[in-house]
């Protein structure tokens, strides 16, 4: 006998509620923004990339996280990796969502009109041999393949996890998760240079992709924080997780603060300093016209308040009050890739009804998605010989 | 009904400490090595080669001096040459150290134990090594105090925007910090070192170093918070000395060093360069000390591992710096791809991609992780790729800018070699003191690894619940539950900590503030007078100086040390609280205190032995 068998590890009934509600708000309000695909298409499609790109940001996360924890182990990750392992389940629905991108192309990229880009000669070369249509969406699907590929070697392997015997998978899960982080690193990269940098071209930073990896680990982990605050009151997790375990992880949505803060300063105090017309322009577009206002919402609420918060000690070890935190951050999130996206298409600040109905729809579904992904496997990886040991410590 | 008893084994990790260790056992070797061992003729041969070597850096120096800076190879375009890239090759392997010890600790990782002291003391050595040449580079170097903002005839004021006084920011506080960390830890273990020696003058030494560290469970309480917090702000120091050492390159213009990926990639070599500069330390020094019992396998097989991460991060910005060179377009950066690959200066790329890229791939193989000697070789090779890579960046970014008319060649001197050579050997040199005259490995750290004593614990209880108020106990490695047990709850090192911080931080803004705009405001490229960007690099610095000397003196002072002189020192057995033994002292002015029913009282608690002490 094992303390596991007292313990029910489906997804408690209380989660079912969500997971509809989710699904009414996606579907409604995603019909509601789909009329103004056809009425204002250019306002939803820089919309619907943002959204996009916020909520694949939470799906990627996870797979980073839950690639370090294969790669460290720690109990922080032992209690949530199926919550983690949950959000890896939706990345092949992220590319299912990627299609209205790849449908409303011309809405977002003006480098696919060659009226466009015919004043700069290198920007002519670069939409013949780099930026091309075909180009852009034969990338993406390889991105994709890359992803689902290691989300589908990750998730199989720990399905195979969940029947018995008890056995030690790890050295497994680490041939993948070691090359895979080094896959994801590269491959998100330039998914982001062909998404989102290229609204700019030929505008670089060679910082952005690592702005953009910071900034999906931390809304993952923000995600991680609220999803346990929910499981917290149903067992298992009113068993296994800890106070400890909830300040690891909010010691690690400090860590993410901390970097994102680190790199983004990073990258406008070496753009400020150096003052090359073909560079400041990225940030003069977005720090003029309102537009400062966002910037300065940026480094107050993704920035020096959380960081203050996250300092106490007492609050990483309360869910309740952590959890706070954690939505906050999440919509901070957001404002980031505001910010760095619709700085692009809009000379004043200013917001329009799809920036705000289009985050709401992408993440109905997407959390629609992710409850019925948590209900596929049981809440803990029974079988694992790390969960073997959190549940005897429990025990004692 | 499923089965589940017969649960696997977890992996074959390697264990942190051999097995068979008591706190006598640990204490004995690792202070035999400082205290008891002859100094062997390996030692005394090896100091003497590196000693030489020093002598060949004195000679380099003292030309320089006599000359000026002629004497080396550097000229106009290439005016920053081997002071430079010597300067950032030692202060990324400064790294290793702190981020060893500051980060380790905070993450709870208890195999750091054995490794950090010398670890520590490396990126003290590495951080003197790294100091030098931006104080020769400066021309006359006995005036290098003019870098520090400070009253003076002359009227003028450092200029806050510029990246080089940020260094000298960055750089003073990392080494002091440095160096407090290191000392801060070595406090008990001079107080074991002062126990066991039977020379009087050495006694005297570690004596004194102790500052009268007495193994107090207050002292402990105050230290392990003074300790974790200067751990927390040392890490994102670390970060930050050397992303601002990449400020020093990428904040100019200078195709091939304005790029946005330079400050993690930095900190990202210099993390590489560090453990491989740790591993190419630690495998002999475990070797001839005979400390694989406390340097294990799995160090070895870790240290291999963060060099692997490492070394991926530093691919990634290889790749993503020539790919947005060439996505962006710009001609000038386009011809310093074209240069790297094909200008005079190609071989040494290429040597450095093979170094830094393709050679430490075989790390993914278990087996040459594991394996001392081709670990050693590789790390050795990492050694030379990171400084190809410094070199790469200083000099062929240099040599050929904007102007054809300005493109030059740079050729090292046999000065430049002299004192390049040199500071290895002043590095090895100082290494082989160190290893002689203190801990190498942190002992009380280790006691930590051992099972906890619980008995003493319940003794302070039953002291504490007897009414006593005024007692104290003593144990040889911090156990929290025993400053809990004789009711000491609030240390008060934080709030000292962050007072210092926040002082720290505001004044260096207000001064950097007042200096640039109102005292001696100097038009510097258009740039405005009040430059918040720039002026936040040394905001951050002091914060982190102030905060971590806060910690660090208010917790001596609170401490009431130093305090060479302590009436328990004249207990002769007290002298074990320092090795393996627990103590409870019960004050006279404590209000239940009377001679014979505390001796009674604490004859309940069967204790080894009770002394009466007189003041």
Known sequence: MTPANHLNLEAPMGVRPIERRALTIGVVVGLASLILAFTEPDKFFHAYLIAFMAWLGISLGCMVFLMIYHLTGGVWGTVVRRPLEAGVRTIWFMAVLFIPIAAGM?????????????????????????????????????????????????????????????????????????????????????????????????????????????????????????????????????????????????????????????FSFSQLLITWAGNLPSEITWFTR?????????????????????????????????????????????????????????????????????????????????????????RQAPLLPLYAHHTQTLLESVHE | ???????????????????????????????????????????????????????????????????????????????????????????????????????????????RNSINRFAEAMTLFAVACAGMFPIFHLGRPWVFYWLFPYPNTMGYWPNFRSPLVWDVFAVSTYGTISLVFWYVGMIPDFATLREITDKKWIKYVYGMLALGWRNSARHWSRYETAYLLLAGLATPLVLSVHTVVSFDFAIGIVPGWHTTIFPPYFVAGAIYSGFAMVLVLAIPIRKFYHLEDFITARHIENSAMVMLATGWIVAYGYAFEAFMNWYGGDVYEGFVRFNRLHGPYAFWYLALLTCNLLIPQVLWFRRVRLNNFWLFMISMDILIGMWLERFVIVVVSLHRDFLNSSFGMYYPTQIDWAIFIGTLGFFTACMFLFMRLLPSISIFELRTLLPEAEAVVEAAQRTYAAGYRKIDAYSPFPIEELWEAIGFHKNGVAPVCLLGGLLGGTGAYLLQWWINTISYPVNIGGRPFHSWPAFIIVTFEMTILFGGLSAVFGMLVMNGLPQPYHPLFNVERFALATRDRFFIAIFASDAKYDLIETREFLQTLHPHSISEVPT
């Open chain 2, 1 to 111: 009904m499923k089965d589940l008893t017969q649960v696997e084994p977890g992996e074959q990790k390697a264990p942190v400490m051999a097995p068979g260790h008591n706190y006598g056992t640990i204490t004995d070797k690792i202070s035999s090595i400082v205290l008891k061992k002859p100094v062997s003729k390996g030692w005394i041969l090896g100091f003497l080669v590196c000693f030489v070597i020093l002598q060949w850096m004195l000679y380099g120096i003292t030309l320089l001096f006599f000359k000026g800076v002629g004497v080396w190879g550097v000229n106009i375009p290439i005016g920053w040459g081997f002071a430079i890239v010597n300067f950032v090759w030692w202060i990324g392997i400064g790294h290793a150290g702190t981020l060893i010890s500051a980060i380790l600790l905070l993450l709870r990782q208890s195999w």
């Open chain 1, 286 to 374: 977005r720090l003029y016209h309102g537009w400062e206002y966002v910037g300065l919402f940026l480094v107050l609420f993704h920035f020096a308040v959380p960081f203050a918060l996250l300092l106490s000690r007492p609050l990483k070890r309360n869910p309740r009050r952590l959890v706070k935190v954690a939505i906050w951050l999440i919509i901070a999130r957001y404002e980031d890739l505001f910010w760095s996206v619709e700085g692009n298409f809009r000379q004043s600040f200013f917001v329009t009804l799809p920036d705000i109905l289009l985050p709401i729809a992408l993440g109905g579904l997407w959390v629609w998605m992710y409850f019925r992904n948590l």
């Open chain 1, 106 to 262: 011309k809405h977002i990229y003006f480098w696919l009109n060659p009226a466009n880009v015919a004043s700069n000669k290198h920007l002519v070369d670069l939409t013949h041999s780099y930026l091309t249509q075909s180009g852009f969406i034969f990338r993406a699907v390889i991105y994709f393949v890359i992803w689902i590929g290691l989300s589908w070697l990750l998730l199989s392997l720990s399905a195979t996890q969940d029947k018995p015997p008890v056995r030690n998978l790890s050295p497994r899960f680490r041939v993948i998760s070691g090359p895979g982080l080094i896959l994801y690193a590269f491959t998100v990269t330039f998914a982001v240079i062909d998404w989102v940098m290229s609204l700019s071209a030929p505008w670089i930073s060679t910082i952005y992709g690592f702005i953009f990896i910071v900034g999906q680990c931390l809304a993952a982990i923000s995600f991680i924080v609220i999803v346990e605050t929910i499981l917290i009151k149903y067992e298992p997790f009113s068993k296994v997780l800890k106070p400890k375990e909830i300040h690891d992880h909010g010691k690690l949505m400090l860590t993410f603060i901390m970097l994102w803060a680190y």
